[in-house]
Nanobody, 126 residues
Framework: QVQLVESGGGLVQAGGSLRLSCAAS????????MGWFRQAPGKEREFVAA????????GYTDSVKGRFTISRDNAKNTVYLQMNTLKPEDTAVYYC???????????????????WGQGTQVTVSS
Protein backbone atom coordinates (compact mmCIF):
# COMPACT_ATOMS: atom_id res chain seq x y z
CA GLN A 1 0.00 0.00 0.00
CA VAL A 2 1.61 3.23 -1.19
CA GLN A 3 1.40 6.06 1.32
CA LEU A 4 2.34 9.67 0.63
CA VAL A 5 2.42 12.19 3.47
CA GLU A 6 2.98 15.88 2.77
CA SER A 7 4.26 18.43 5.26
CA GLY A 8 5.75 21.91 5.31
CA GLY A 9 2.82 24.06 4.28
CA GLY A 10 1.91 27.26 6.06
CA LEU A 11 1.39 30.99 5.84
CA VAL A 12 4.12 33.13 4.31
CA GLN A 13 4.39 36.67 3.00
CA ALA A 14 4.85 37.37 -0.68
CA GLY A 15 8.50 37.02 -1.63
CA GLY A 16 9.11 34.43 1.05
CA SER A 17 10.01 30.75 0.83
CA LEU A 18 8.65 27.40 1.95
CA ARG A 19 9.85 23.83 1.51
CA LEU A 20 7.28 21.09 1.16
CA SER A 21 8.16 17.48 1.89
CA CYS A 22 6.49 14.28 0.73
CA ALA A 23 7.41 11.12 2.62
CA ALA A 24 6.73 8.03 0.54
CA SER A 25 6.33 4.50 1.89
CA UNK A 26 4.86 1.15 1.03
CA UNK A 27 7.13 -0.02 -1.77
CA UNK A 28 10.33 0.61 -3.70
CA UNK A 29 9.93 3.72 -5.82
CA UNK A 30 12.68 3.26 -8.38
CA UNK A 31 11.04 3.65 -11.76
CA UNK A 32 8.32 5.87 -10.34
CA UNK A 33 7.68 9.53 -11.08
CA MET A 34 6.79 11.81 -8.18
CA GLY A 35 4.72 14.88 -8.85
CA TRP A 36 3.48 17.97 -7.08
CA PHE A 37 0.07 19.38 -7.97
CA ARG A 38 -1.91 22.25 -6.48
CA GLN A 39 -5.51 23.32 -6.26
CA ALA A 40 -6.53 26.90 -5.55
CA PRO A 41 -10.03 27.76 -4.29
CA GLY A 42 -12.55 27.55 -7.10
CA LYS A 43 -10.01 26.20 -9.58
CA GLU A 44 -9.09 22.81 -10.96
CA ARG A 45 -6.07 20.97 -9.69
CA GLU A 46 -2.99 21.75 -11.78
CA PHE A 47 0.45 20.29 -12.33
CA VAL A 48 3.37 22.05 -10.63
CA ALA A 49 6.48 19.85 -10.94
CA ALA A 50 7.63 16.27 -11.31
CA UNK A 51 10.78 14.23 -10.84
CA UNK A 52 11.71 10.73 -11.89
CA UNK A 53 12.92 8.78 -8.90
CA UNK A 54 15.74 6.91 -10.63
CA UNK A 55 17.30 9.50 -12.95
CA UNK A 56 16.25 12.70 -11.19
CA UNK A 57 14.91 14.21 -14.40
CA UNK A 58 12.54 17.11 -13.68
CA GLY A 59 9.73 19.09 -15.27
CA TYR A 60 7.90 22.25 -14.23
CA THR A 61 4.89 24.23 -15.20
CA ASP A 62 5.86 27.58 -16.72
CA SER A 63 4.50 29.71 -13.86
CA VAL A 64 6.95 28.24 -11.33
CA LYS A 65 10.09 27.85 -13.45
CA GLY A 66 13.02 29.65 -11.84
CA ARG A 67 11.21 29.89 -8.49
CA PHE A 68 10.42 26.28 -7.49
CA THR A 69 12.80 23.33 -7.36
CA ILE A 70 11.79 19.70 -6.99
CA SER A 71 14.28 17.21 -5.58
CA ARG A 72 14.41 13.81 -3.92
CA ASP A 73 16.36 12.05 -1.21
CA ASN A 74 16.53 8.37 -2.12
CA ALA A 75 17.77 7.32 1.31
CA LYS A 76 14.83 8.99 3.04
CA ASN A 77 12.25 8.14 0.35
CA THR A 78 11.27 11.79 0.43
CA VAL A 79 10.54 14.31 -2.30
CA TYR A 80 10.84 18.04 -1.73
CA LEU A 81 9.44 21.14 -3.34
CA GLN A 82 11.50 24.22 -2.54
CA MET A 83 9.37 27.28 -3.26
CA ASN A 84 11.06 30.67 -3.44
CA THR A 85 9.80 34.14 -4.33
CA LEU A 86 6.28 33.08 -3.48
CA LYS A 87 3.36 35.05 -4.89
CA PRO A 88 -0.24 35.33 -3.67
CA GLU A 89 -1.31 33.34 -6.75
CA ASP A 90 0.71 30.39 -5.42
CA THR A 91 -1.87 30.04 -2.64
CA ALA A 92 -3.36 26.55 -2.90
CA VAL A 93 -3.51 23.11 -1.39
CA TYR A 94 -0.42 21.28 -2.60
CA TYR A 95 -0.61 17.54 -3.25
CA CYS A 96 2.13 14.98 -3.70
CA UNK A 97 1.41 12.17 -6.17
CA UNK A 98 3.17 9.09 -7.46
CA UNK A 99 3.00 7.24 -10.75
CA UNK A 100 4.61 3.94 -11.77
CA UNK A 101 3.92 4.39 -15.48
CA UNK A 102 3.79 8.01 -16.69
CA UNK A 103 6.48 9.32 -19.03
CA UNK A 104 7.38 12.62 -20.62
CA UNK A 105 4.58 15.14 -20.78
CA UNK A 106 2.19 12.42 -19.64
CA UNK A 107 3.58 13.09 -16.18
CA UNK A 108 1.99 16.54 -16.28
CA UNK A 109 -1.50 14.96 -16.22
CA UNK A 110 -3.07 14.15 -12.86
CA UNK A 111 -4.97 11.24 -14.40
CA UNK A 112 -1.68 9.37 -14.75
CA UNK A 113 -1.05 9.38 -11.00
CA UNK A 114 -2.83 6.62 -9.06
CA UNK A 115 -1.39 7.52 -5.66
CA TRP A 116 -2.02 10.79 -3.81
CA GLY A 117 -1.28 12.39 -0.47
CA GLN A 118 -3.80 14.28 1.61
CA GLY A 119 -2.47 17.72 0.70
CA THR A 120 -0.92 20.60 2.60
CA GLN A 121 -2.15 24.21 2.59
CA VAL A 122 0.13 26.99 1.34
CA THR A 123 -1.10 30.53 1.84
CA VAL A 124 0.85 33.52 0.51
CA SER A 125 -0.22 36.91 1.81
CA SER A 126 0.32 40.11 -0.16
Amino acid sequence: QVQLVESGGGLVQAGGSLRLSCAASGRTFSGYTMGWFRQAPGKEREFVAAITWSSGGTGYTDSVKGRFTISRDNAKNTVYLQMNTLKPEDTAVYYCASSPYCSGYGCYAEGNYPYWGQGTQVTVSS
